[in-house]
């Protein structure tokens, strides 16, 4: 399997308080992409970056900042928590739009 | 309109069975389409891409519509383990970024 890895892989919070979740490859993949599911709406990008400290916003990025100071790393931050962000979230690398997504295996993030 | 829709099913269908999943896009600058496969509490992982001349791979067969845009996949001699959700993915020309839709749900009965 294509080496890319979440953590945590579960995590409760309180409401307000900043949270990061944290991708990492090894496959030294350009394309990095966060993504939110739930159900009724599908998979949602966050945010995405296409380089070391080139990120982009994607159709749900309010409350949401990433940072990518390394090729392998690719940090989710909810600066402040809200339970609407209550989700799971899935990151995702690929090495060119014509191979598809490989992605890591999720946090399961519960805000209370 | 959604960029791209799915029937949500669930289809439920006997082992042995063949079933057919469509999924339609809106934006006719569409490039690139795959189908993805999640179980339950799983992540997604890619089935096959779709080419314009379709594809098949084992008992697993898709194609791609443009001029309907859409895209389909079957699935042939239905299996227990084939029992998840089917997601439909495309992309747009000059963009990594890729749209999926909300997936189909497909339980096989034995």
């Known amino acids: 399997d294509a080496g890319i890895t979440q953590s945590p892989r579960h995590k409760v919070t309180e409401t307000g308080t900043p949270v990061t979740l944290r991708c990492h490859q090894t496959e030294n993949h350009r394309y990095m992409y966060w993504y939110r599911q739930d159900p009724g709406h599908g998979l949602r990008l966050i945010h995405y970056s296409y380089g070391v400290k080139d990120t982009d916003k994607g159709e749900v990025s309010d409350g949401y900042s990433v940072s990518r100071s390394k090729t392998e790393d690719f940090l989710l931050t909810l600066e402040s928590a809200t339970s609407s962000q209550t989700s799971v979230y899935f990151c995702?690398?690929?090495?060119?739009?014509?191979?598809?997504?490989?992605f890591g295996s999720g946090t399961r993030l519960t805000v209370v | 309109r959604k960029e791209v829709e799915q029937d949500p099913g669930p289809f439920n269908v006997p082992e042995g069975a063949t079933v057919a999943f469509n999924c339609t896009y809106s934006n006719s600058a569409s490039q690139s389409f795959f189908w993805y496969r999640q179980d339950c509490r799983k992540e997604p992982k890619l089935l096959m891409s779709?080419?314009?001349s379709g594809n098949e791979d084992g008992r697993f067969t898709a194609q791609l519509n443009r001029a309907s845009q859409y895209i389909s996949l079957l699935i042939r001699d239905s299996k227990l383990s084939d029992s998840a959700t089917y997601l439909c993915?495309?992309?747009?020309?000059?963009?990594?970024?890729?749209?999926f839709g909300t997936g189909t749900r497909l339980k096989v009965l034995a």
């Open positions: 993915v495309v992309t747009t020309s000059g963009t990594y970024k890729y749209i």
């Open positions: 779709v080419y314009s």
């Open positions: 995702a690398i690929n090495g060119g739009p014509d191979e598809g997504y490989t």
